[in-house]
């Protein structure tokens, strides 16, 4: 083999690797949305999350934009894995809906969380901020706020702000014994 | 005991009173604050002649920025029908310097520095945006919400302009109250 043909064969291959890169690049999918699969609901479906069926139901409402909802965050999941199966424990964002598909999913999955997880659009908000207050009066619009229900409805625990972890376990424990 | 009784019942009263919220109809005291440039503004000196609304804003709560546009529009449309838009930033958590700046860059109307929180805690503002309209007799006329939809892509309630034209138009406004949803005022460093 001589230098010119050594030279064609090098030419050849890097332009052979080169389109086929280009290639791959042009008919690679866009990546997926990382993390959990995220609920929309509305005002019906906000009224449907606060009803308890048959266990304890923790809520917790936030946003990703809300510094202290990021802040709690990750004590809300060592509360999730500590009481899986017993109660039932749900998060709601009140995110825009253009991030349902982005920064939503994204945090969660960063903060490994693993509960059912929902984005509140409601057309009025006046009207969803009102079911909320309906349960609990301490819900003055802001974020993060969490709440207990009782399988019965009633209200157990409600917190505006971060929560204080070692409350809300004696709120949740109070109420697994309760129903033993 | 009895004067230990009497004096508990002081020390809840007190307690209650200094985080309780206006109410609709009760008349709003005076009050001044600095405005960006650490000039003392009044609620008085600022007051149009029809009335005045107080925005609580922050300069880091996206649900505001999603209503910059919309407060500008207020103010403009209803300053020249004698309402004023006055925003107040109570948040200790940002500084009078960074609040001028973003007033300059976003708003259209003065922005009054509540450092302390003072005005927020007597008039029990909770969010960011919450507004509460004041008329020209210092009479809270509406507090809440100013709108139903933050995005602005589907309002269909416009509480407070709604609350603005009853009021001009010589009547009670048949809603005086909307829930506000936004960013909580930080009173605190945290």
């Known amino acids: 083999m001589n230098s010119l043909t050594a030279r064609i064969i090098i030419l050849v291959a890097i332009f052979t ?39 304890p139901r923790l809520i917790n409402f936030w946003a990703t934009w809300c510094d202290p909802c990021r802040e709690e965050f990750p004590e809300l999941v060592k509360i999730d894995a500590a ?16 991030d349902i598909g982005t920064t939503v999913p994204k945090f969660l999955h960063e903060m490994k969380a693993t509960m059912p997880a929902y984005l509140l659009h409601a057309s009025d908000e006046d009207a969803a901020i009102a079911a909320i207050t309906n349960i609990s009066s301490d819900f003055h619009g802001s974020l993060p706020f969490t709440i207990l229900i009782k399988p019965n409805g009633e209200l157990a625990y409600s917190h505006a702000g971060k929560i204080h972890p070692d409350e809300l376990n004696a709120a949740i424990a109070k109420q697994l014994s309760a129903g033993q | 005991m009895k004067k230990v009784a009497i004096l508990a019942v002081m020390v809840v009263a007190l307690a209650a009173a200094a985080y309780s919220q206006a109410q609709v109809g009760s008349k709003i005291e005076n009050f001044s604050l600095p405005d960006v440039d650490g000039k003392t503004q009044s609620l008085a000196d600022l007051k149009g002649s029809k009335g005045t609304v107080v925005v609580f804003v922050s300069i880091r709560c996206p649900v505001v920025r999603g209503y910059n546009e919309r407060l500008n529009e207020i103010a403009k449309v209803y300053k020249a029908k004698g309402i004023t838009l006055v925003g107040i930033d109570a948040n200790i958590t940002e500084p009078a310097t960074d609040v001028k700046a973003h007033a300059m860059m976003n708003w259209d ?82």
Do not use: M
Not at chain 1, 32 to 49: R, S, Y
């Open chain 2, 109 to 190: 109307f003065p922005v009054l520095i509540d450092k302390d929180s003072k005005i927020a805690d007597k008039l029990g503002a909770n969010v960011t945006p919450e507004a509460f309209y004041i008329d020209t007799d210092n009479v809270l006329v509406y507090h809440g919400a100013i709108d139903n939809d933050r995005s602005g892509r589907n309002v269909t309630e416009h509480f407070l302009q709604t609350a603005f034209d009853a009021t001009l138009a010589g009547k009670k406004p048949a809603r005086t109250s909307a829930n506000a949803f936004g960013c909580t005022i930080q009173r605190t460093a945290q």
């Open chain 1, 17 to 55: 690797i080169g389109t086929s890169l280009a290639i791959g690049q042009q008919t690679q999918k866009p990546a997926a949305p990382v993390g959990p699969a995220i609920k929309q609901i509305d005002l019906e479906g906000l009224k449907t999350v606060l009803k308890t069926d048959g266990k």
């Open chain 1, 83 to 98: 009481y899986k199966g017993k109660i039932d424990f749900i998060s709601v964002s009140l995110d825009d809906l253009e």
